[in-house]
C-alpha cells in the first residue's frame, strides 16, 4: 500500500473505509459489508475474486435490518 501514483490517496481511503466498517459495526449493520480493496485497472481475475467475496459476505450478512424495520412501520400505518 502507499505505492498508488495518486500519492497517498489510497492511504487516506483506507483509513476512511476502516472508519466506516467499525461506525457499521456500531450501529449494527456489520463492517464486513464493507471492504477496499487494492486492484490494478489491468487485474481483472482479482476484481472477479472480489466480487465474489462481496457477494458471499452480502448473502451472508442477509438484508438490512434497519430497511427491513422501515417497512415494518410503513406497513402499520398503511392498515
Known amino acids: 500500500m502507499g505505492d498508488c501514483h495518486f500519492l497517498e490517496g489510497n492511504l487516506r481511503a483506507k483509513e476512511r473505509v476502516d472508519y466506516a466498517k467499525r461506525l457499521l459495526d ?15 485497472a489491468s487485474d481483472a481475475p482479482l476484481f472477479a475474486e472480489a466480487v ?6 452480502a448473502k451472508e450478512a442477509g438484508p438490512n435490518p434497519f430497511r427491513l424495520l422501515s417497512l415494518k412501520g410503513v406497513k402499520k400505518t398503511l392498515r
Open 52 to 57: 465474489e467475496i462481496m457477494t458471499e459476505r
Open 26 to 40: 456500531e450501529i449494527g449493520l456489520g463492517g464486513r459489508r464493507l471492504e477496499m480493496f487494492h486492484i490494478g
